[in-house]
């Protein structure tokens, strides 16, 4: 489909901080033996349920007043004594906290959400009761969680990572806090650039850790380092942004996310620019210009960049012929079934779309009227608000769960596309 570009200077999009870094400095820096000061966190349900089970483990945070800077006294090792950490919808809470829970010593326990408990945790447990920990779960390999440690020893371990990168990420983490080398071998691996960004962040902190070969892992134990550590804007939230842009003939620039960004989810625009977009990368800055046209008619793996599989099959029914993503089935155990929340969404507003186990085709279509089902999940109504700029009559059943990752993200889409209305029909705007 083609529209008309406005010849108008790019639009500067106001990108809160990275879930991904802000949590796993947060970690870092409570694993770390002085005190880090984090510039710019995320500041949403996500991060500051990260902070709060941070705190259920004794570690002191001090945000500054207006939350700009997060100020974390490392423990300088793994917590000690009994606590429970409330992890609410936070997955990485869950994932993350376990391990350095059982670096220490003492009894802690873990609970989430209804949405959160769904969500599985027996691998993580699995491997921590072969490093040495006591470990006990809910029924099915879920929350609640609990361990009993005297710290871990490390040695050789086989991960399955392919539910979720998340479980390796958390045992990397703790890896410098065990008393011998951590050896972890991964025969598969989703979304490796959630890994590649946790061994720079450990780095930061002063851990060692080597890759010998693909999926082989050593992490020494040499403890951290405190790090005072600015926060990269969100790819993941820029995703919308930047889409809006490809479908809407606009520019968008989002200043602080350059080629020297942690973020794989930035690979989002190389996507885009197979949609037609015109895509501008520099050390300071992404801007994604629409250029008129909105091409399908390709195939996308998408398994290293999942968390934005949503954002494109979202605005898919806009281009000239269908597109097709795979190498997403680990998508299906996230906030929702993000595959079949998807399809069934863009049925309703009828389009076409056939998917498999871990694929989706999206065929062009005129979207129909319909309310948007976000199943609680921020990414699922994100992706449909930016389809609501080009079509009619887009509502979203829940359009404040958008809180999990960016409060502000209805009011940031209205100033940058004023016809941003999404909300407002059948809810109030949050």
């Not at 001090?62 to 409330?86: E, F, H, Q, Y």
């Not at 990485?92 to 599985?120: I, K, N, V, Y």
């Not at 071998?185 to 080597?210: H, K, W």
């Amino acid at each position: 489909m083609t529209i008309a570009v406005p010849a108008t200077p790019a639009l500067h999009a106001r990108i809160p901080g990275s879930k991904s870094l802000t949590n796993r400095a947060l970690l870092l820096a409570a694993a770390a033996d002085s005190t880090s000061a984090l510039g710019a966190p995320l500041v949403s349900d996500d991060t500051t349920a990260f902070r709060e089970a941070l705190s259920g483990l004794g570690v002191r945070i001090d945000p500054c007043d207006d939350d700009s800077v997060w100020n974390v006294t490392g423990l300088g090792r793994g917590p000690v004594g009994t606590g429970t950490a409330w992890c609410a919808d936070a997955g990485t809470a869950a994932r993350f906290l376990p391990p350095f829970a059982a670096t220490g010593h003492g009894d802690f326990g873990f609970e989430g959400s209804d949405q959160l408990t769904a969500r599985p945790v027996a691998p993580l447990a699995d491997a921590l009761r072969r490093l040495g920990a006591e470990v006990t779960t809910g029924p099915g390999g879920r929350l609640p969680l609990r361990v009993r440690s005297q710290g871990l020893d490390g040695g050789a371990l086989t991960v399955d990572s392919t539910l979720s990168s998340q479980f390796l990420t958390g045992l990397l983490m703790a890896g410098p806090l065990m008393r011998r080398p951590l050896a972890l071998t991964v025969p598969q691996l989703v979304s490796r650039p959630y890994i590649d960004m946790t061994i720079a962040l450990m780095r930061r902190f002063g851990a060692e850790v080597d890759e010998a070969a693909p999926g082989e892992f050593t992490v020494r134990p040499t403890g951290y380092r405190g790090a005072d550590m600015p926060i990269e804007p969100d790819a993941s939230t820029a995703s919308y942004v930047f889409a809006a842009a490809a479908i809407t003939g606009t520019s968008v620039r989002v200043p602080g996310l350059g080629r020297g960004s942690l973020q794989g989810d930035l690979r989002f625009t190389e996507v885009l620019a197979r949609t037609g977009a015109r895509v501008e990368t520099t050390d300071e800055a992404t801007t994604v210009t629409g250029t008129g046209a909105f091409r399908g008619g390709f195939t996308v793996d998408m398994g290293e960049i999942s968390d934005t599989f949503m954002t494109l099959a979202a605005i898919a029914p806009l281009a000239d012929a269908p597109i097709t993503v795979n190498g997403i089935g680990h998508a299906r155990l996230k906030e929702s079934d993000r595959i079949a929340a998807v399809e069934g969404n863009l049925r309703a507003l009828g389009i076409r779309t056939e998917t498999g186990r871990d694929w989706i085709t999206v065929h062009p279509g005129t979207p129909a009227p319909a309310r948007v089902a976000c199943h609680r999940d921020h990414r699922i109504a994100m992706a449909f608000s930016v389809l609501g700029l080009r079509a009619e009559g887009i509502t979203l059943d829940d359009p404040g769960c958008v809180a999990k990752t960016f409060p502000g993200f209805h009011e940031e889409l209205h100033r940058l596309f004023p016809r941003h209305s999404v909300p407002t029909a059948g809810s109030s705007r949050p």
